[in-house]
Structures are given as structure tokens and as C-alpha cells.
């Protein structure tokens, strides 16, 4: 059984190596950013000639490298840095995650009133974490099949259009690192393509983005438990059993929890400055072949079938609270 | 009773496939908290 489980998800991951090493060799030639790369790469695949069925088991593995290398790069972070920013940088985080929320959900309702349910699968998805975020919250918000398809597609294209355009705002209006990692964190959407923008900016903007992302997505459980709870009172249902400490943990992204003790770690001493540069090195690699397998989850072909009112309503909010975050993260570290 | 039948109670389930299974059934956020353990204690250790 091991060979035959193994067997299946090898080819996909074997062609997540390929394409890194690709992208790798390829921005040495170019010079541009190898994550730029490996997402254009998998894109270009995914939407000319195609992922084989023989590599998709393999391919969607993407996202355990993703975390693994956030794991890893607990090693790297300056706790000390950290701790001396926390209290405005949680500030941030919380405030701009409500008043995301809070955005979604009145344009939603007030001025495009499009369904509650749709809306806040938007307000969950773009103030959290994405796809994880609605998958997360579509059981409590009760939200038919084709609301979340239409909310993961919208989604999932303001991540490929802000992973683009993110960078390059970043370059023309000279960013710092801190700015623009902590601006990435907060306003950008789901956590592959916020460390993506984040490092293909920099490595201590791809830290800061991480971080600051990593900040809003343990906020999912306490955001999934409210809107059951919410919408279980709406429809007169018992809203004690969707509000139970159980499920808040059951949503919790426990790889944060990784992340947190490899930090306390290194912050320890107990981890040599070449062991660090060697774990450096591997989430860097780790990353790269993450990126490759993200751009084959972009399908232009499904990007199209988001309605015009729920994309306008993300494309608003998106509007409001990168201009307001990019501001405050001006104001408190520029 | 048969070869095949004795041999099967002798040996039980295979502790690899055992193991493989509960790694297969794991939440992939705990998986990448014990790839990344992994990583980092084999480094330390070698």
C-alpha cells in the first residue's frame, strides 16, 4: 500500500521539483525573481498544456510544502525584532481584520445586495485566509454549493491579479521592507501568495509578510464559531452546539503552532547561525517548489465564472483596506 | 487450514502500513509540524 500511495503522488511532486529547479536555472538567466517564476510557470502549464492526472495527488501537496517551509522558517525570525513591534502590529492585525470584515459584509449587503450567505463567504475569505476561510466557515454560514464556488473563484483571482501588482507598487513607491511585508500581511489575501509577494520583495519583507499572515489566520476559528453562532440564532437553530471550544480548535492552523516553537527555539540560542542558514536554504527551496504547484491551481478558464457583484465587492473592499493598511503600516514603521 | 491462513494470523498488520496509514489520515497542518520537526532535528543531529 505504501508503494502504491507513494506511486501516485510522487510524478506531481517530481514535476514540483522540475518546474523549481526551472524557475531557479530560468532567473539567473532573466533576472527576475525565481517565486515570480515558479508561479508564472505552473500557470503557463496549468493553462497551455494542462496538468496531467497522473501529477495532480502530487501537485496539490503544494500547500504542505508551503507550511512546512513556514515551520522552518521559524528558525529565522528575530524574535527580538518581533517582540519589540508586537503590541502595534497586533493592533493592526486585529483592526484591520474587523474592520475587514465589517467592510465586506456592508458592501455586500448594502450596496451590491448580493445574498448574506455569499457575502460572508467574501468577508471570511478575504479578511482571514481565502479558500481555507470559506471552506471553514460554509458549514455555519449554511451557504449553498455554488456560493462558495462563486466565493473561491472570486477569491482566488484577486490572489493571482495582487500577487502581481503588490511587488511592483511596492518597488514604485520605495517600500521598506518592514512596510511592505506588514502592508502584504494585511491586506493581501490568501497566505501562499502573500509570502510569495512577500520574499519575491525581499527576504525580510517575505518574513514580515509571513508573520503578519500568519496573525490573521489564527484568527479562522474565533471568525468561523461567530458567524455559526450568528447565523444559528438567524435561522433559530441551538447556536450553543456550533459554539463549542472544540470546533474553534478544529479550525485552528495548527502548523502556526510549528512555526511558534522552531522561533522559541532558535530564539534560545539552541539552534547554530549555520544550521539557520542551512534551514534557510531548505524553506527557501521548500517555497519554491510550493510557488510552482500554487500557479497550477490558478485555472484562468475558472477565474471567469465569478459573478461581476461578488468580484466588485472584493475589488472594493480590496480598494479601501490596502490603501488604509498601507497607510498605518507608513505611519507605525515607515 | 491453509498456508496462507496461518501466516496471516501470525504476522498481524505490517507496522510500516500501520504507521503509513496514521500519517495518511493526518490533518496536513500537523503534517507539516512533523516535517518540520523532522527536518530540524535531523540537521541539528547530523
Known amino acids: 500500500m505504501i508503494a502504491r500511495n507513494t506511486a501516485r503522488v510522487a510524478p506531481g511532486v517530481a514535476v514540483l521539483v522540475a518546474g523549481a529547479a526551472v524557475a531557479h536555472v530560468l532567473s539567473t538567466v532573466v533576472g527576475v525573481n525565481r517565486l515570480i517564476l515558479a508561479v508564472g510557470l505552473g500557470v503557463v502549464v496549468a493553462n497551455s498544456v494542462g496538468t496531467p492526472e497522473w501529477a495532480e495527488d502530487g501537485l496539490a501537496t503544494h500547500k504542505l510544502w508551503l507550511e512546512t517551509g513556514i515551520v522552518l522558517m521559524g528558525a529565522r525570525i528575530a524574535v527580538d525584532q518581533l517582540l519589540s513591534v508586537r503590541l502595534s502590529l497586533l493592533v493592526l492585525v486585529v483592526g484591520f481584520l474587523g474592520f475587514s470584515l465589517l467592510f465586506v459584509e456592508l458592501v455586500a449587503r448594502n ?197 461581476v457583484q461578488p468580484l466588485l465587492v472584493v475589488l472594493a473592499s480590496l480598494l479601501t483596506v490596502s490603501g488604509l493598511s498601507l497607510l498605518a503600516s507608513l505611519l507605525v514603521f515607515g | 487450514m491453509s498456508n496462507e491462513d496461518t501466516s496471516n494470523t501470525a504476522v498481524g498488520p505490517n507496522p510500516l502500513n500501520l504507521a503509513f496509514d496514521r500519517w495518511t489520515a493526518l490533518d496536513r497542518d500537523w503534517k507539516a509540524v512533523i516535517l518540520g520537526t523532522l527536518v530540524l532535528s535531523v540537521v541539528l543531529v547530523s
Open chain 1, 111 to 307: 450596496v451590491f445586495e448580493i445574498p448574506d450567505r455569499l457575502g460572508s463567504l467574501l468577508a471570511a475569505g478575504y479578511s482571514i485566509c481565502g479558500v481555507s476561510a470559506i471552506v471553514a466557515v460554509s458549514s455555519g454560514v449554511r451557504a449553498k454549493s455554488e456560493q462558495i464556488a462563486y466565493a473561491v473563484a472570486t477569491i482566488l483571482l484577486f490572489d493571482a491579479v495582487t500577487l502581481a501588482v503588490y511587488p511592483t507598487i511596492g518597488r514604485l513607491l520605495d517600500l521598506s521592507d518592514i512596510v511592505f511585508g506588514v502592508w502584504s500581511g494585511i491586506s493581501m489575501v490568501s497566505t501562499g501568495p502573500v509570502v510569495a509577494a512577500g520574499f519575491a520583495y525581499s527576504e525580510q519583507a517575505g518574513q514580515w509578510a509571513t508573520i503578519t499572515k500568519l496573525g490573521r489566520n489564527v484568527f479562522i476559528g474565533v471568525v468561523a464559531v461567530l458567524y455559526a453562532v450568528y447565523y444559528a440564532r438567524r435561522d433559530s437553530d441551538d447556536a450553543s452546539a456550533a459554539a463549542s471550544w472544540r470546533s474553534l480548535w478544529e479550525q485552528f492552523p495548527t502548523f502556526v503552532l510549528g512555526f511558534v516553537a522552531v522561533a522559541a527555539v532558535a530564539s534560545a540560542g539552541l539552534i547554530p547561525s549555520a544550521i539557520v542558514s542551512l534551514l534557510e536554504r531548505g524553506y527557501q527551496w521548500l517555497f519554491l517548489v510550493a510557488f510552482v504547484g500554487l500557479g497550477t491551481s490558478i485555472e484562468i478558464r475558472n477565474l471567469r465564472n465569478t459573478g
